[in-house]
């Protein structure tokens, strides 16, 4: 059984954005359609805060921004393609086109953790990736996240 907590209105199949804090903005938002996020604006100071240390675009088109936070009752996800790319300021300097958004409470380290790897796990094949790039529903996204495929 997966350990991502992928919801069906939590994916957007061609995310916009002119710059990266609006980027993050538009992700904060679909993650909120979960119920899981209490307080967004104390979600959004966890993930604006989390970003600065760091870029949370990993490379290979793919950033997740993450956070614990008070804001957040359980462990949630979100994910937002762009066909185009976006600018993410990602380690290897190349374009977004995979987003994952996750939240998890503070005091939640395991299911954070294991979710963190399983999805990283995910994301190390190219065919898995390629698969999201063209994938035609959102229930074919939901489907390929969870492995219900």
Not at 111 to 136: H, Q, T, V
């Amino acid at each position: 059984m997966s350990l991502i907590p992928l919801c069906k209105e939590c994916i957007e199949m061609d995310l916009k954005g002119k710059d990266k804090n609006e980027i993050l903005n538009s992700l904060i938002e679909l993650i909120s359609y979960s119920g899981k996020i209490n307080d967004i604006e104390v979600f959004r100071k966890a993930i604006f805060d989390r970003e600065k240390k760091i870029t949370t675009g990993i490379g290979s088109g793919i950033a997740i921004p993450h956070a614990k936070s008070d804001g957040v009752d359980s462990f949630s996800l979100a994910f937002a393609r762009s066909k185009a790319g976006l600018d993410f300021a990602s380690m290897d300097n190349k374009s977004v086109h995979l987003f994952f958004i996750l939240g998890a409470p503070v005091d939640h380290d395991d299911d954070y953790l294991k979710g963190m790897s399983e999805l990283s796990g995910l994301l190390k094949d190219p065919i898995f990736r390629n698969k999201l790039l063209e994938a035609k529903s959102k229930d074919e996204i939901y489907n390929l996240i969870i492995g219900e495929n």
